[in-house]
């Protein structure tokens, strides 16, 4: 699997971490797994690092909307992408000007400065 992720409802915080080859299947798999658990208003961490997304611009931008659907039925929480190199940091920012649903997102180079961030985030419901 190449997207895997935590969920601690205590902290209300998800941790992702993408692997290998990426594809959109598998980024939908974690809004599903996410949405089940009842965590998409939690704050959230997706480190891609430097992934091999085999994603175009267009299924990106197609994920990013699938986030505008979900904040049509639930809040959702503040985001921050950790993107270490230069070709996953332009894919997240693809991704990033297409979910414009109302919550923080921001992309870091470094899980620490995101993790900073994200601690001084409230999760909606929180």
Do not use: C, N
């Not at 089940?36 to 891609?48: C, H, L, N, Q, V």
């Not at 693809?94 to 961030?117: G, K, Q, V």
Request: proline fraction near 3%.
């Amino acid at each position: 699997m190449p997207v895997h992720w935590t969920i601690s409802h205590p902290a209300r915080l998800v941790v992702a971490v993408a692997k290998d080859d990426v594809k959109a299947e598998d980024i939908e798999q974690y809004f599903v797994g996410v949405t089940a658990e009842d965590a998409m208003s939690y704050r959230k961490i997706f480190e891609i690092g430097a992934t091999s997304m085999m994603l175009s611009d267009d299924v990106l931008r197609g994920l990013g909307q699938r986030v505008m659907l979900y904040a049509q039925h639930g809040q959702l929480g503040p985001v921050a992408i950790v993107a270490s190199s230069d070709a996953s940091y332009a894919r997240a920012q693809i991704f990033a000007s297409a979910a414009t649903a109302s919550r923080s997102l921001r992309i870091f180079r470094e899980i620490h400065a995101a993790r900073r961030w994200l601690d001084e985030q409230e999760s909606p419901g929180g």
